[in-house]
């Protein structure tokens, strides 16, 4: 269990005053603010437009469609076997504009500091980010900081939000599943929840599970230049598998089946999951995706996954149905069906 | 052997699922009496499989969806207190009192938790001395060891900062209550595999000779399930009835002679009110008297809350497989999963809330895709 | 109700006076209080729930049991095919 990000070796590159954790000056627009800026963030996260310190970035942009998105991180433990908040916040967004098909490009950041946060701990997440955006090849062109009291936030809260160009030809979009489509997924399914419910306080137990956190946009790019007209992709973030097919099957008013013996379900997830009585297709994942492509393409799509390092284990689960739409089916392994339903809310350990 | 892929084993489900095919010849309604095995009947999708005369009826052995809305209101209103820590397993969160559920508290302020064991309270209680730490004991007899040990090991530890808000119900005398009921239509039970684990099966014994029932004490994989299922039928079309126990691997007779004698310390027998059934007859434990100081009721002074059911709620007859979910007035309409009026809507595996999953999906397929 | 599992047990010691171990899940390994299985050893399977053994489980039920399940309609599946 000792996979949780050290930052014990985190040192400012310049030391900042002698405070060792954030106080409600660093939020303050004053000087304590500048020197976050300048001795934190801005060396993190060079980019041209963050050096220029304007008001607002400036961008180049080629002529087409663009994808924008944004999305806010709020996580408990903020360091977690496999990553922390701050490789999550990159990863996300990025994820979310390779799911239009976008090639990323640019990312702003917004930070919610609760007073008292290790200056470390905030080290070792900005550099989190800083690699992160680097392996996904985007911009940090602007960002945000503000300092809230101590009590009233979970450390740091983070928001970013991208922009990414879209191919010309791609037409990606969670109404387009047609009855026919096969349904791919690119991997092992319930890394990232069971990872963060296993040092979750008062949860804690040892599992062999690391999150899957990583940035899709490769994959995405690999899977297109095998087949152009992908018809949806979605990363099943929160409430997992289940409430990513239940949103394709509503918004293209179709049915989905899938097999669950064809699920990849690594062991410990399946394990962790009956022990808390929990379904591994409603537990988060945030380095996976969920492809329903035409059946003619779906080979050519599933063997360019297959050579790309985060499809290594990309599988064919099921396919796209015209009946019962709005609805995803389960076939048990013993043969049986079942409706997969959204959770209501969040995930709980049951007892019954 | 690990004890669950084996018995998670397709090619073995399916000859267990051909054996009973062929030793079925009449029309039988069986109540799975556990939630657990409700559970794994959905998710397994088993009910669809078996032979058509087979009727399985969901029975009221999910402790969750049985607790009396009176004492989820008093856990409320403890929940609500600003010196509380009130703790609780997951499943009880999203259960509603009169209005509004636990996660409500926690979003108006109470300091509502989530453990995974009632030890995990007994260890707030002592990292917490200044504030009060509640533990919601609810559950059947196989929860009821866990509950009766942080009691203990609160008295042991002298813990005066620590109580426990008591629902303990029991499944036999449920089982009597649904054989006394005169329009009764269940011929067997499925007894509760870990139930009987703690207790052990004798006390089974008085009921199948009183009613002449079939009770196999069943397990919960896919197998496990399947093969109670298929020894009641065989006892039910050789017009037995006898004590049977399918789960031998987990239960002995004789049950957990060490758990039972902790829980004839902590627990005595009282009377019980079921969501949607009404008062049972010594149907339930409440701590004994020498435990009294850590009952939460007399502690936070939440005796002479009262709440009346639901009357639009028909989940007592559903209990009981005198009706179909969906031939109760309120289904659908004022009672759905997201705003249950009984018990069995409240749980995903309750029955009238596998009926409207299911119903959406049944309604619109046009071919019975989910038959063999 | 009642969510139990089967684990392996894998180390036995005592904490505030009380029986625990820690209990193998197939790769998941959790601490569980063991006060109820006084009996159960280092290497022995037990169901769990809510975090406390309620039982030990016994090996020669289990092979019996999937014995018996190895030998449930074949009879019918020879027939059928000879129908087929």
Known sequence: MSRVSDFSNWTCPVPLRSYPTIVMGHGGGGKLSAELVEHLFAPAFRSDALDALGDAAVLEVPAGRLAYSTDSFVVRPLFFPGGNIGALAVNGTVNDLAMMGATPRFLTVGMILEEGLPVAQLGAIVEAMAAAAQAADVQIVAGDTKVVDKGHGDGIYINTSGIGVIPAGVQIAPDQARPGDVVLISGEIGLHGIAILSVREGLEFGAPVASDCAALHGLVAAMLSAHRAIHVLRDPTRGGLAATLNEIARMSRVGIEYEESRLPVPVAVAAACDMLGMDPVHIANEGKLVAIVPADAADAVLEAMRRHPLGAQATNIGRVVAQHPGVVVARTAIGGSRVVDMQVGEQLPRIC | ?372 | MCLGIPGQVKEIYELNGVRMGKVDFAGITKEVCLAYVPEIGVGDYTIVHVGFAITQLDEASAQESLRLFEEMGVLQEELADEVS
């Not at chain 2, 095995?37 to 052995?61: A, K, V, Y």
């Not at chain 2, 014994?205 to 009613?211: D, F, N, S, T």
Request: glycine letters at 8%; aromatic letters at 8%.
């Open chain 2, 1 to 372: 052997m690990k004890y669950l892929d084996e018995f998670r084993n397709p090619e073995l489900a399916r000859r267990l699922f051909a054996e009973l095919h062929a030793i079925t010849t009449r029309p039988w309604a069986i109540m799975e009496v556990c939630g657990g095995q409700t559970h794994s009947i959905i998710r397994n999708g088993i009910d669809q499989l078996l032979p058509p005369q087979i009727e399985l009826i969901h029975g009221p052995g999910c402790p969750v969806c049985v607790t009396p809305l009176e004492l989820i209101d008093k856990a409320l209103a403890i929940a609500a207190r600003p010196e509380v820590i009130f703790c609780s397993f997951g499943d009880m969160l999203r259960v509603p009192g009169s209005g509004r559920d636990l996660f409500r508290v926690k979003s108006e302020g109470g300091d509502v938790r989530i453990v995974y064991s009632p030890l995990d309270a007994v260890r707030l209680a002592q990292a917490n001395p200044t504030r009060e730490v509640v533990f919601f004991g609810i559950g059947f007899e196989t929860t009821a060891p866990a509950n009766a040990m942080a009691v203990y090991q609160a008295k042991q530890l002298g813990l005066r900062n620590f109580s426990m808000l008591v629902s303990h119900v029991l499944v036999p005398p449920a089982i009597a209550a649904i054989m006394e009921s005169p329009d009764n239509r269940v011929q067997a039970f499925l007894a509760a595999g870990h139930v009987c684990s703690v207790m052990g099966t004798w006390a089974y014994e008085p009921l199948v000779a009183r009613y002449r029932v079939p009770i196999v004490v069943t397990g919960f994989e896919p197998l496990d399930v399947l093969e109670g299922i298929r020894r009641t039928v065989v006892q039910l079309e050789h017009g037995e009835a006898r004590l049977d126990n399918a789960y031998a691997r987990a239960v002995r007779p004789e049950g957990n002679v060490t758990a039972q004698r902790m829980l004839a310390d902590v627990f005595e027998v009282t009377d019980r009110g079921w969501r949607g059934i009404g008062v049972i007859p010594q149907s339930g434990w409440r701590l004994s008297a020498s435990y009294r100081d850590f009952d939460a009721e007399v502690r936070f002074a939440v005796q002479d809350i009262h709440t009346q059911e639901s009357t639009l709620c028909h989940s007592g007859e559903v209990l009981r497989g005198l009706l179909k979910p969906n031939q109760c007035p309120a289904f659908g309409r004022e009672c759905t999963p997201r705003t249950p009026l009984g018990a069995t809507m409240v749980s995903s595996e309750g029955a009238c809330a596998a009926y409207y999953q299911y119903g959406r999906f049944v309604q619109l397929e046009e071919s019975d895709v989910t038959r063999i």
